[in-house]
Each structure stands twice: as structure tokens, then as C-alpha cells.
């Protein structure tokens, strides 16, 4: 958070003392949220098809405890490592869940 104004021209929190405005939430913050609708479609589509052949060879790595070798063929397949880390959640996910079952 930015410190308030002093109504000085010169130091740390310089410049005329205002009021700070309520902005309404802009339509691009909800980019990235999933709806109802696409998260059921994916399940279903993830049932049906079930996991590519890297995924599957992820899922045997996790299970054999080489989380870093996972990570690492996994941003090789993706591209990048934020995604890599979030495939590996979800794949992470996946292995707890048929553990339960």
C-alpha cells in the first residue's frame, strides 16, 4: 500500500493530499476464471479421452518419487514452467484422488 501524501513537493510520500477513488472491478479481472459449464465439459472430455502418453509417463514419475525429472519433461512438453508446475499439480491431484478410491 502506498503511503499517504504530505502536501510537500519534496520527500518520500511528496505531492497534493487527494482522496483515493473506488474503482469498479474491470471485466478483465475475470479472464482466467472458469465457469461451470467449461470445468464439467473438461471433466467429461478428460474421462472419455483420458491422459496423453507424456501425461501418463508424468503420472509413473510422480509415483516413483522424481518429481524434479517430471517437472523438467514436462516444461519441455509445455513450454513453460508455470504451466509445467501446473500440469504436475493436476496430475499430482489425480494420484491422490485414485489413492482414496
Known amino acids: 500500500m502506498v503511503a499517504s501524501k504530505s502536501g510537500i ?15 469498479k472491478p474491470k471485466p478483465s479481472n ?18 472419455v479421452a483420458g491422459y496423453a502418453p507424456y501425461e501418463r ?3 509413473e514419475l510422480i509415483k516413483n518419487s522424481r518429481d524434479k525429472r517430471a517437472k523438467k519433461l514436462c ?11 501446473k500440469k504436475i499439480e493436476e496430475l499430482q491431484g489425480f494420484i491422490a484422488s485414485s489413492r482414496r478410491h
Request: hydrophobic share 40%.
Open 9 to 23: 513537493a519534496v520527500g518520500i510520500n511528496k505531492g497534493h493530499i487527494t482522496t483515493r477513488r473506488e474503482l
Open 30 to 47: 475475470k479472464i482466467g476464471a472458469a465457469s461451470k459449464r467449461t470445468v464439467f465439459v473438461k471433466s467429461v472430455v478428460r474421462e
Open 57 to 59: 509417463r508424468l503420472i
Open 75 to 85: 516444461k519441455n512438453k509445455l513450454g513453460s514452467y508455470l504451466r509445467a508446475k
